[in-house]
């Protein structure tokens, strides 16, 4: 969708730009509104829609699988009983919140933005965006990506052998066409991920038959649907209070399941294979097709709400096939062990390609930023690359808790930099921190990603948590002054005007403009020279 009055010659700027109106962008707008209500924002969104994944993935079925109070956002609570809720009623909620909150008003449709560069002399981020027939350029003072992880343009698909082979339909979960009827039609679903454990339930209902075809299994563990505790919560306490107290139970059952699979990997397999296998009756051998040969949270558990897959299971709706994929054939397919399964359609679930900040080229000064080189502060910026934050979730938990711990900490450095007239912000390596990979898990689609993933470092503040207590205090309570960020006031800032035609936004921007900051010297401060200043002081 164009955007209105979208034109080449224009540059408009904002304080802040945010890249992506998903969850994670909708939090980044309220917390900036919220708690640097001087600084003038913008959300340019790619598509035509708010919601991200939750617009973009329609597969039937299509579902979160953590708890909506944790995947919710912190400041709206969830008010359904349903916890682990559906792909429309998520893509709802992400909508009436950003329209409740005035948010949806300072989103600019249709705007992918495909380069942004940082000028150090002017202090500022050139970006452009491309929209259905132009290119615009926005200029702004801190740039923070929620574009998600993944290229929303396609999904994963292996090269299987002979796929030409086959007479019957191919589709892949990222892009579902809306009218394909499966009445009668007998389904394969390729991969033993969250998406192939979502869609097989859902699918029995319609097609004669469908098999879960998977190279290897995964763990699968069943969870309510409803959150008993969360009803009875929000029926005697006020809504604000029920959804807090809801939240953080959550948070810690979560954490606690966690540290409890890491610590006693053994017993939480067994555990996990007891509960599979009596779901699955006799029929059907957990230890085959349930029991992987990583430990738990290698690579994430996927939820069956209700033990739904093991009921499709059960009652023969569905089979599971756990072997390679030899060749394709024109009717369907055949597995190295020599089973051929037949298949009208096939489903493709198997997985997302990486992407990060939607695959926008970053530079510094004209230099591409190489995010496989740089170290992660925080897990929200990047080594090196100043007024640059990015919205990266939780593997473990739900992706929101981080994303809002990233918007409060982004709040928190603008401010601190507006109190005292500093115009960048970067966090600087320190050449003793030793790197490691951002994220510790297995999965395919993680360990494709190795050439894109920043790194962490062994100690903070450039460790990756994955926790969201260690998190809570690294952004709310740690000093910012930690000795790794540096401060920068800015040489003036007329150049960076003369560099870039500031003109009158063409829309409604969050806001008021900050006075732009002339400082005649450039100067880079961080603990590291304060606390020289402290022990001489002294
Ligand atoms: C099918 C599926 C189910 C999931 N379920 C869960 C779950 O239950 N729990 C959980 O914690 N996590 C889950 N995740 C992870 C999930 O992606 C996050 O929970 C969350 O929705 C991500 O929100 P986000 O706003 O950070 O990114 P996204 O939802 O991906 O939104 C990013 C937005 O940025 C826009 N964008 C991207 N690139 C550009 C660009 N260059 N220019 C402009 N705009 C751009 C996109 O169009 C999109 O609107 C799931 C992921 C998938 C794919």
Same mark, same amino acid.
């Given at each position: ?422 115009? *960048? ?34 100690? *903070? ?28 006031? *800015? ?48």
């Amino acid at each position: 969708m164009a955007f209105e009055g979208a034109s080449p010659v224009n540059t408009q700027h904002v304080d802040v730009l945010i890249v992506g109106a998903g969850l994670s962008g909708i939090d980044a707008a309220y917390r900036l509104q919220t708690e640097c209500p001087d600084k003038s924002y913008a959300i340019v969104e790619a598509r035509a829609a708010i919601g991200g994944t939750w617009d973009l993935f329609r597969y039937p079925g299509i579902r979160s699988d953590s708890d909506m109070s944790t995947l919710g956002f912190p400041f709206e609570p969830w008010d359904s009983d349903v916890s682990i809720a559906d792909g429309e009623a998520i893509r709802s909620y992400i909508q009436t919140t950003a329209s409740k909150y005035g948010i949806d008003r300072n989103i600019r449709f249709g705007h992918r933005v495909t380069a942004a560069d940082w000028c150090s002399e002017a202090s500022r981020w050139t970006v452009t965006c491309e929209t259905a027939d132009t290119t615009t350029t926005w200029t702004c003072d801190f740039l923070y990506a929620c574009s998600g992880y993944y290229d929303y343009t396609a999904g994963y698909t292996p090269e299987f052998p002979q796929v030409e082979d086959f007479a019957g339909q191919m589709v892949h979960p990222q892009h579902w066409p809306a009218d394909l009827d499966l009445t009668g039609k007998r389904v394969v679903v390729i991969g033993s991920g969250a998406t192939a454990i979502t869609l097989i339930p859902s699918l029995v209902g319609q097609a004669e038959h469908v098999t879960m075809l998977q190279r290897s299994p995964s763990f699968v563990v069943n969870l309510p649907r409803v959150d008993a505790v969360a009803g009875k919560l929000r029926r005697v306490l006020p809504r604000r209070t029920a959804g807090s107290l809801t939240r953080w139970k959550n948070i810690f059952l979560s954490m606690y399941f966690y540290q409890y699979a890491r610590r006693r990997p053994d017993d939480t397999r067994s555990k996990i294979l007891h509960f599979a296998q009596k779901q699955l009756g006799d029929d059907i051998d957990a230890n085959t097709h349930f029991n992987p040969s990583y430990k738990p949270w290698d690579q994430r558990l996927c939820i069956a709400p209700g033990g739904d897959l093991f009921r499709a299971l059960r009652k023969g709706k569905a089979s599971i096939v756990t072997d390679h994929i030899e060749q394709f054939t024109p009717s369907g397919i055949k597995t190295r062990s020599g089973e051929h399964i037949d298949a009208d359609v096939v489903v493709t679930a198997t997985g997302l390609v990486i992407q990060l900040f939607g695959g926008a080229a970053l530079s510094v000064d004209g230099e591409a930023v190489s995010t496989a080189e740089k170290l992660i502060y925080k897990g929200m910026m990047l080594d090196g690359v100043p007024n640059f934050a990015f919205a990266f979730g939780y593997t473990n938990a739900s992706w929101t808790l981080k994303c809002d711990l990233t918007a409060q900490y982004v709040c928190r450095l603008l401010n601190r930099m507006s109190r005292r007239g500093e115009t *960048a912000c970067v966090p600087e390596r320190d050449a003793s921190v030793e790197p490691e990979l951002m994220v510790d898990l297995d999965s395919g689609y993680i360990q494709r990603a190795k050439n894109v993933m920043p790194l962490q470092g062994t100690q *903070a503040p450039w460790r990756v948590h994955q926790n969201y207590v260690l998190d809570l205090a690294a952004t709310k309570l740690s000093r910012i002054d930690d000795g790794a960020m540096q401060f920068r006031t *800015a040489a003036s800032r007329s150049t960076a005007a003369s560099t870039s035609t500031v003109a009158e936004s063409s829309g409604p921007v969050r806001g008021r403009r900050q006075p732009s900051a002339a400082h005649s010297a450039e100067r880079w401060t961080s603990i590291r020279t304060h606390a020289r200043r402290r022990r001489l002081l002294r």
